[in-house]
């Protein structure tokens, strides 16, 4: 095989259309080997070309003859002394970070790791076994696609309303998908799921991670699989496992195509990218792809003892995130998922772990300051997860100005309100009004607060309603995996029941929730099938559940279809309302200073005293929004809202609530929807007369401007 000089960049091996350039980065190694296969089935290499030419620690090499299709992996030397980090094992197949497809998946065995395991010392002894038979394999792609017409929808934050789902567990159950297509991207990208999208209401699919990545051994021991996804191996190449086609050639195109077609009809795709860490944990765990290919450069070791990882997210392992090629790495992904898959965005698993340079979180480090200069990276969406497992890693509000975050403050108070929790009613009033403590000091806007109650991780809608303990027995941990932290209120019993009074108040909260989700400023993400009450019967870590638990069902009974016909017209009325989805924070605050664009009330229809914001027994609370200049059209001029009053009441009595002066002299007010009975019908209402606003219930009404 010819063999030319070629380039030290792109990384990875590229098809230029000729032939393939290979580049691998290694600051400590002494050689590099590119392995070539000619089938998944192979148990050894056809042939192996050392990369010669070596610039700026790039190995690289350009073949004129190698074409797409080729599978291919790396055996990188140098030395192995765990004890200073470093873990170099010739006899290790290892899978390029930057390929852009798979070829093979991995196949547990013994041979994969880069020491004995059965040796007493484990990781401190050498394991001379060849992983050639057992190694996930790159495979060499053609990327060229033909985009047509593909425009971003570009939708602005404040209009912006997220979705979030799993690839596989969105379509599995779609039986007006074809069969062929449930639980892939393609089967997303189906008329009927496209469909389902866009009669609901949402802007914006936030995927769970779709990045190549490998089940954990003991997950396979089991049977289980790692369902999630949150442990990646290959940060370019998209998840086998959810492509309709079996030809992994043409994995990449029905990504595109997925996401192609989900902007002709005016939906985002946000991928759920995990950066923090890899699948291939700590110093027990497997030699895939980057230990083996520079273990010092690539992860961030003990300072006092190099065997070992600082590890800030409990899966074993951490970025060097003071590294240039560890910067660089990551920034390559993100920018080819933009500019080659068309992504509209980013949620960064565990974000602060990204931000730490030595051991604090830096808002001002590397990562952070590479993306915000970026011109590609800093115009898509950016959304954090602000925190991880390491010490000081809350960072809610904290993160730069071009990010948003998911509201973790938000999730816990809106749960504590509706709870009946005491002292919730200033707290409450803050997270309605878009968390303005959080975000507004560095000149972010409420659209950097994204607002949840539910999220993969964690009860879903119906079981936050319905268990006061996880029911994770599935999972095969002895039920103490997942967080017990429930902060709701399940009506006394535990868990499903045919009590007729019981079902009804489960119901009630379930419309509480989701209707405060909708009513609050900042960017709403429901998780997908919340909108119907899906259950996953108590288990709120479902990670390995890739079953029923997991999967949505679409043989809605007539509670479920009346959930998802209130939750369709909450969006409807959000989209409606600018005043739901301001771009500025409101010009007052919670304490009664003067305003000109929202009120706090009590049920006499007054604004609230200080007194009232201190009283623990007050579990009501009245929003009057003013709709003048709500939001700024594309053009610049105002969009004028309709007047709106929210009422609620978390107290299991009935409040008679007065209407507020400023909209009384109307006589009459449009009631949007009351979450008591579920009822959405447009009814007109006598302001002269109070409110009824039944027991742990809220009430939408509009004063229609010029109406």
């Not at 010819?2 to 290694?26: C, E, I, K, M, Q």
């Not at 790692?226 to 043409?250: I, K, Q």
């Not at 065997?307 to 992904?333: A, E, I, K, W």
Request: charged share 25%; with cysteine.
């Amino acid at each position: 095989m010819r063999v030319w000089p070629g380039h030290p960049y792109p990384l990875g091996a590229v098809w230029d259309g000729t032939g393939v350039n290979v580049a691998l980065f290694s600051d400590n190694a002494t050689k590099v080997e590119l392995c070539l296969f000619n089938s998944p089935d192979d148990h050894q290499e056809s042939e192996r070309i050392e990369l010669t030419e070596r610039t700026y620690n790039v190995f690289h090499a350009y073949f004129p003859d190698l074409k797409p299709g080729t599978l291919y992996g790396f055996r990188v030397y140098g030395p192995y002394s765990p004890q200073d980090g470093f873990r170099f094992n010739p006899n290790k197949i290892l899978f390029d970070p930057y390929a852009r497809a798979v070829g093979r998946m991995l196949k547990w065995n013994e041979a994969l790791f880069g020491f004995r395991k059965d040796d007493c010392d484990q990781d401190l002894s050498f394991d001379d076994r060849d992983s050639a038979p057992y190694a996930p394999l790159g495979l060499i792609v053609d990327t060229a696609f033909t985009w047509g017409k593909d425009e971003r929808p570009n939708i602005p934050w404040e209009r912006t309303i997220i979705y979030e789902l799993h690839v596989k567990g969105f379509t599995k159950l779609m039986t007006e998908v074809p069969e062929k297509l449930r639980g892939t991207y393609a089967g997303l990208a189906s008329a009927p799921a496209v469909d389902y999208l866009k009669k609901l209401g949402v802007t914006a699919v936030e995927l769970l991670p779709i990045h190549f990545h490998i089940d954990e051994e003991f997950l396979t021991d089991q049977q289980r699989v790692n369902y999630w996804g949150y442990n990646s191996l290959g940060f370019f190449a998209p998840e086998p496992r959810y492509c309709a086609t079996h030809d992994p050639e043409l994995m990449a195109q029905e990504f595109k195509s997925m996401v192609r077609t989900l902007h002709a009809a005016g939906i985002e795709v946000i991928l759920d990218v995990v950066y923090n860490h890899t699948a291939e944990g700590n110093e027990r765990g497997p030699t895939l792809s980057l230990r083996g290919i520079d273990n010092t450069s690539y992860y961030l070791l003990n300072d006092k003892n190099r065997r070992y990882y600082t590890d800030f997210t409990g899966c074993g392992n951490t970025p060097y995130m003071r590294h240039p090629r560890v910067l660089q790495l990551m920034m390559d992904s993100l920018r080819y998922w933009v500019t080659e898959m068309h992504v509209d965005g980013f949620r960064f698993d565990l974000a602060s772990t990204l931000g730490r340079q030595f051991h604090n979180v830096d808002s001002m480090s590397g990562f952070f300051n590479v993306i915000h200069q970026d011109p590609i990276l800093s115009q898509v969406k950016l959304i954090a997860e602000p925190w991880d497992v390491g010490e000081g890693g809350y960072q809610s509000g904290k993160f730069p100005v071009i990010w948003t975050e998911w509201n973790g403050r938000y999730r816990d108070s809106v749960r504590s309100f509706w709870k009946g929790d005491g002292g919730m009613i200033g707290e409450m009033a803050t997270r309605l009004a878009g968390s303005s403590d959080l975000y507004e000091n560095n000149g972010r806007k409420p659209s950097a607060s994204i607002n949840f109650i539910t999220a993969h991780d964690g009860f879903t809608m119906h079981d936050l309603v319905s268990y006061n303990q996880k029911h994770n027995e599935a999972n095969g941990e002895g039920n103490r995996d997942g967080n017990n932290h429930n902060l709701s209120w399940n009506c006394g019993v535990e868990g499903p029941t045919d009590d007729p009074e019981i079902v009804t108040l489960r119901e009630r909260q379930m419309r509480n929730f989701l209707a405060t989700l909708f009513v609050s400023q900042g960017v709403p993400m429901l998780l997908a099938g919340d909108e119907r009450g899906h259950s996953s019967q108590g288990n709120n870590n479902c990670y390995s559940q890739d079953n029923f638990l997991s999967w949505l069902s679409w043989d809605l009974k007539p509670s479920e279809q009346k959930l998802h016909d209130f939750v369709h017209r909450l969006i409807e009325i959000r989209r409606e309302q600018p005043a739901l989805s301001r771009r500025k924070f409101f010009q007052s605050s919670v304490q009664g200073d003067d305003v000109d664009d929202i009120y706090w009330l009590d049920s006499s229809g007054k604004r609230m005293s200080e007194a009232e914001w201190n009283d623990c027994s007050l579990h009501a609370i009245g929003m009057l929004l003013l709709g003048h200049c709500s939001q700024i059209n594309d053009e610049g001029a105002c969009i004028i809202g309709d007047n709106l009053l929210v009422l609620m009441n978390a107290s299991d009595k009935i409040v008679p609530f007065s209407i507020p002066k400023a909209v009384k002299r109307f006589k009459v007010l449009d009631r949007l929807f009351d979450t008591f009975n579920g009822e959405t019908e447009i009814v007109q209402y006598d302001t002269s007369q109070p409110y009824p606003l039944q027991p742990r219930s809220m009430a939408l009404f509009r004063h229609k401007i010029g109406g």
